[in-house]
């Protein structure tokens, strides 16, 4: 479920009521007077919310969720005790829909205040904020922390104790440890890349997560870190990350871990404790690496689960020490062609 200090819930629906809105049939055994308050992930859905299963390897979370209403693609063959399956063509279009029902303003900047101070937003001790900073409603300054020029906090964000935020930063739905020192440019929260793509085109998922940067963070100039799209997109603590680095939705990183210039991470990837990623690495979704792995520059990582304790290398990724011996095989081709050629 959203977090309420960035998003406003206008549910609850009664699920005759929500079944009409989003184009669904109501199943026969259902109670249609039934309230739906609030739409979840399978994992923390509870009994009163809807959740969404589109693929095979969801189906294993549905058969443990507690929801009590889940939207799943109209004939597939899904279990799920105690909970009211709700068959659509295609489950990830109906519940962006569901989505924007529950959430319409899931995507609005919302100040409530020509100031650029609102005077429901907590400001510490020993704060300085510089010229141009707009702080939203509900939000809270730690003590001692730095806001450059033109940053911009939105609505409910926390930032925490002697943080430096350099000048042109804008931080929304997010929730921001100590210490942590933001330069210039950076984007934190903002909605991920999330579309429900059909015969009429893209459309929108709402992004209703949140970003979540821990203590001792550093974070490189014209970074972006996007929010969950229903959970949260988490910087682990300690973690350095560079300038120009892109962190898609849902997206984790361990402790320690060090993410060099144009590293590109897509979402609901998993990564460990002190992982090293070199230069303009580009790393797929649902991609998870073991703590301590290091991945060379310019590599890509595919979809897969790799080991901690390894370095790797190459397009696609390999075990660093098999990708350096095939390059050097390639090399001595050639050279060995070269030689008959000219022989």
Not at 13 to 30: K, M, N, S, T
Not at 186 to 195: K, L, N
Not at 202 to 221: M, S, T
Not at 232 to 253: M, Y
Request: with cysteine.
């Amino acid at each position: 479920m959203a977090d309420p200090r960035f998003f406003d819930n206008r549910g609850p629906f009664r699920l005759a009521e929500l079944c009409e809105r989003i184009g669904v049939a109501l199943p026969p055994d259902a109670d249609p007077t039934a309230l739906v308050g609030d739409i979840a992930t399978l994992e923390g859905a509870g009994p009163g919310q809807l959740a969404f299963c589109a693929t095979r390897a969801a189906a294993r979370a549905l058969a443990r969720s507690q929801a009590g209403y889940c939207l799943v693609d109209a004939g597939a063959d899904y279990k799920a005790a105690g909970t009211v399956l709700l068959g659509c063509p295609s489950a990830l279009h109906v519940f962006a829909k569901a989505a924007r029902l529950f959430y319409p303003g899931h995507n609005s900047a919302e100040w409530g205040s020509s100031q650029p101070l609102h005077p429901t937003a907590r400001i510490g001790k020993d704060v300085s904020l510089a010229a141009g900073v707009a702080i939203g409603p509900g939000a809270e300054i730690g003590d001692g922390t730095l806001l450059g020029p033109n940053v911009v906090i939105g609505r409910g964000v926390a930032i925490g104790r002697h943080c430096e935020i350099g000048g042109n930063v804008t931080i929304t739905h997010a929730l921001v440890g100590d210490r942590v020192h933001i330069l210039p440019g950076a984007q934190i929260g903002q909605p991920g890349f999330g579309f429900a793509s059909g015969a009429d085109g893209h459309a929108k998922v709402p992004q209703l997560g949140r970003a979540i940067i821990q203590d001792d963070v550093e974070i490189g100039a014209c970074t972006t870190i996007d929010r969950g799209a229903l959970g949260d997109t988490v910087i682990g603590e300690g973690t350095k990350i560079d300038n120009l680095v892109q962190i898609g939705h849902n997206t984790r990183t361990g402790r320690h871990c060090i993410i060099v210039a144009q590293v590109g991470i897509s979402g609901s990837c998993e990564i460990g404790d002190f992982v090293v990623l070199g230069g303009q690495v580009g790393v797929a979704d649902h991609v998870h690496l073991g703590d301590g792995a290091r991945v060379a520059a310019k590599s890509g990582v595919p979809p897969g689960d790799y080991p901690g304790g390894t370095d790797y290398g190459g397009y696609p990724v390999r075990p660093a020490k098999d990708w350096r011996r095939e390059v050097a095989a390639l090399a001595l081709l050639a050279k060995r062609r070269k030689q008959d050629r000219n022989g």
